[in-house]
């Protein structure tokens, strides 16, 4: 046992045997993994960010201004693929590995070194995505859901695309591992299951859906290689294969991947609301049964992204009521939110004002989803811009949203210094304003039947996709706010107190100093 | 102390490894070994050497890292959180790969169940495909070649016969290491890897077979497709298998492991039967019925 001291008797503050860059390269530390995940998410916020500039400024009029069709494509596929893989995936894993630890009462990751590499493939992989547009060719344009046959014909950007999807599905299964193997194994003393935050609940149902579907779309995009360069015939139908295959494929993933981003993000509100209400989380139990719930419904809901493919009508049915039904797992969860704002002692301050925002705005997502849910509507409206607004509405207002409410929540338990509050009011609410200006606008041109993923439109759709453009560069100009709201606190923020808010309860606010020394829990408190 | 750290004291620390180099150089090899296959499937000039130069990095990475990791479990590092912390992790990993086959799987039950009726129904039938019989095997409607399908009696039947007994062989390994018989263990952890290695040999025969006699290749429709990438993932799998098993063998020999603490050998056996178990049931759909 004395060697196993020795490892941790002088831990204290330092960053073992590497300094500079080689620190954060080598760290087997969570907490600086959890800040290379959040930067690099950042860093592809912008990048995706740029690619969704670049495709409002082409909408900005009808016709063709800035780019052709081709490239537009491009632009629309990789937005997807970097927001989704790159940005929000990534930014929720930052979360979880800066807090879980702390929130659970654990020394680290279970996985250290693994956590290492989870975190330093992901800058591979996207280096992978972006040299697609380097190659004769360019980038893949087939859209962020890869669907067979287009992807077959594509060119070499194609492959580089589906080994960084690879080594993405790889990093992900990695870190997934890493957390539900924290979670099940590292909890203090006392600190039961039904005890841990309601963040570290979402993650353990979110990392079981990504090891679950993770290797399925690693499948899909197999038999996408297979079919391009070894003469198979999965998408094939001369073959007696079908490119209908891959969607249920794709989408047997892909459905789930939506509860994986919104799922830490129900995580990250359920700490915030509480905390700023100065009550107790509503409704816990339901709130674990309710996150459980959507994680199963979610794997039998994956074709109602492909009514119009052509599928029996008892298909239809099942996956239109499978659908539907989601909405009640959901709406428990709306409803505890507001109950537990109901009668608190509310105060508004930025993390809070982000996560009232996800609520009002998620939960339109959530309708307009139910919307879509029906199979009979969803024909009217499938690839329409109604689509986009709806996604637009659960990935942006809802995962962003929690994202940033979750930075402001925590950077002063990670930095020990403040942000400026009146400068997040200023980011929350022009965040809120062009978010709206940008996205809301698109229901009435999706529904007026405008299609989504096409660089030029009649003129009866000018006026919402000027409104829509004007909205979408005042949201991206908005972001550079929050960057340097983020520098101005680490350079020169206030100090933080210890427990900046207090309504915040969870142990990293209580049983650790603010902010959180670089090792923490090496022994494990015991939870009462 | 070290040596009873295992099962006796009650554990304060866990084992935080130090900061090391190999992850990145993981990513390193994974990235050069993606962009030379992408060179190599679109027959630019190049990509080989980045393979190469990629796995050969990957193979010191792995050497490197695993070495790290046999070293601290020798040296009693590892208490008993840590060995519930592997458990739970080797448990997800095959979680993963059911899942990974789950999709090739569904792929089969797609084209037998949906797509090869739907080429022969009506519909197609007068529009399309004149005369498309929905027959399984098919390499569907735009496939004039006669092949003839890989029947299940032969070699297959022997391979699971194989594969069957190097499950049981491998349990008998296990009892000898839990029951100090270190003789026992090595001879028929050995026993294990020559009938993974034997099944390997006949499916590689079983290929040749295939390619040369029965004119059934990776491109023949998607029966060629469904069989050559299911058994081949299989193949994959039982190979890896057999090189984890080796170097359990080479540690056991070196008198690594104790009755009470081997988890690397117990993780190894969870694979091998896991590959095992989708064997059988390749063996039922894509062989038998």
């Known amino acids: 046992m004395s060697a196993v001291l020795d490892d941790h008797g002088h831990a204290h503050d330092h960053h073992g045997g590497y300094g500079g860059i080689m620190r954060w390269i080598t760290t087997t530390n969570h907490k600086d993994i959890g800040t290379l995940y959040l930067w690099f998410s950042f860093v592809m916020f912008m990048v995706g960010g740029v690619m969704a500039l670049v495709i409002r400024a082409e909408l900005f009029e009808p016709g063709l201004q800035f780019v052709n069709p081709d490239f537009f494509n491009q632009m629309t596929t990789m937005h997807g693929l970097i927001m989704v893989f790159g940005a929000i995936m990534p930014a929720f894993v930052g979360f979880a590995n800066w807090q879980i630890p702390m929130m659970i009462g654990a020394p680290d990751m279970a996985f250290a070194r693994l956590n290492n590499w989870s975190f330093w493939i992901l800058p591979f992989a996207a280096s992978l995505l972006v040299l697609s547009f380097f190659m004769p060719g360019g980038a893949p344009g087939v859209g962020w859901t890869m669907y067979a046959p287009l992807t077959v014909q594509m060119g070499m950007g194609m492959d580089l695309t589906i080994f960084a999807v690879h080594l993405l599905g790889m990093s992900s299964i990695m870190g997934s591992i890493n957390i539900l193997t924290t979670i099940l194994n590292m909890r203090a003393p006392g600190m039961t299951l039904m005890r841990m935050p309601m963040f570290v609940w979402t993650w353990l149902i979110t990392a079981y859906l990504l090891v679950a579907t993770m290797p399925v779309l690693a499948g899909a995009v197999t038999m996408t290689l297979a079919d391009r360069h070894f003469g198979t015939s999965f998408f094939n139908a001369a073959g007696g294969g079908d490119p209908v295959l891959y969607q249920h494929i794709f989408w047997f993933f892909g459905h789930p991947e939506v509860y994986i981003i919104a799922l830490p993000a129900f995580g990250v509100v359920s700490q915030v609301i509480p905390a700023f209400s100065r009550k107790p989380l509503f409704g816990y139990a339901s709130m674990v049964s309710a996150t459980t719930g959507i994680a199963i419904l979610s794997f039998i809901v994956w074709a109602h992204h492909m009514y119009t493919v052509g599928m029996p009508v008892t298909g239809q049915l099942f996956f239109m009521y499978a659908t539907a039904l989601i909405a009640v797992p959901t709406g428990v969860k709306v409803f505890n939110w507001v109950a537990t704002m109901w009668k608190g002692s509310l105060s508004f301050e930025t993390p809070m004002l982000f996560a009232i925002g996800f609520l009002f705005l998620f939960t339109m997502g959530g309708f307009s989803g139910l919307v879509l849910s029906l199979a009979a509507v969803d024909i009217q409206l499938h690839d329409t811009y109604y689509v986009v607004a709806h996604f637009h509405y659960v990935m942006v207002a809802g995962a962003l949203f929690a994202a940033f409410a979750g930075v402001y929540f925590w950077l002063p338990k990670w930095i020990g210094r403040m942000y400026d509050e009146t400068l997040g009011q200023w980011h929350f609410w022009l965040t809120m304003i062009f978010f709206n200006v940008t996205f809301f606008v698109q229901h009435f041109a999706g529904l007026a039947g405008m299609p989504r993923r096409i660089p030029d439109y009649p003129l009866m759709f000018e006026t919402w996709n000027k409104i829509s453009s004007i909205g979408a560069f005042g949201f991206g100009l908005s972001q550079l706010l929050f960057l340097y709201i983020v520098l101005k606190a680490i350079r020169s923020g206030e100090r933080a107190p210890q427990r900046p808010w207090e309504g915040a309860d969870s142990i990293d606010w209580t049983m650790l100093p603010t902010p959180a020394p670089y090792h923490t829990f090496e022994t494990p408190p015991l939870i009462k | ?289």
């Open chain 2, 1 to 289: 102390m070290a040596q009873t750290a295992y099962s006796s004291t009650p554990q304060q620390h866990y084992h935080v490894p130090q900061p090391m180099p190999w992850p990145i150089m993981g990513s390193a090899a994974l990235f050069l070994m993606a962009l030379g296959a992408t060179f190599v499937f679109n027959d630019s000039s190049g990509g080989w050497i980045s393979i190469a130069f990629g796995f050969m990095i990957l193979l010191y990475m792995m050497f490197r890292w695993f070495g790290d990791v046999i070293r601290e479990s020798e040296g009693g590092k590892y208490g008993a959180r840590e060995d519930l912390s592997f458990r739970w992790g080797m448990s997800w990993f095959i979680l993963s790969e059911v899942m990974f086959f789950f999709g090739f799987f569904g792929a089969l039950f797609w084209a037998r169940v949906m797509s090869v009726p739907d080429l022969s129904s009506l519909l197609h039938n007068e529009m399309l495909w004149p005369g498309f019989k929905d027959l399984w095997p098919s390499a569907g409607p735009g496939f004039a070649e006669k092949f003839t399908p890989m029947g299940a009696w032969g070699v297959p039947a022997i391979n699971t016969l194989l594969l069957l007994s190097s499950g049981i062989t491998l349990t008998y390994a296990h009892w000898g290491l839990v029951n100090n018989q270190r003789g026992k263990l090595n001879l028929f952890l050995f026993l294990t890897i020559v009938l993974g290695a034997t099944f390997l040999g006949f499916q590689i025969y079983e290929y040749g077979h295939a390619y040369s006699e029965l004119n059934l290749k990776l491109t023949t429709g998607v029966y060629g497709s469904t069989f050559f990438m299911l058994t081949g993932f299989h193949g994959f799998h039982v190979s890896l298998g057999a090189i984890m098993l080796t170097v359990i063998l080479i540690r056991c020999l070196s008198g690594h492991f104790k009755s009470d603490h081997h988890f690397a050998f117990e993780a190894v056996a969870w694979y091998w039967h896991f590959v095992d178990v989708v064997w059988l049931l390749l063996f039922v759909v894509v062989y038998w019925l």
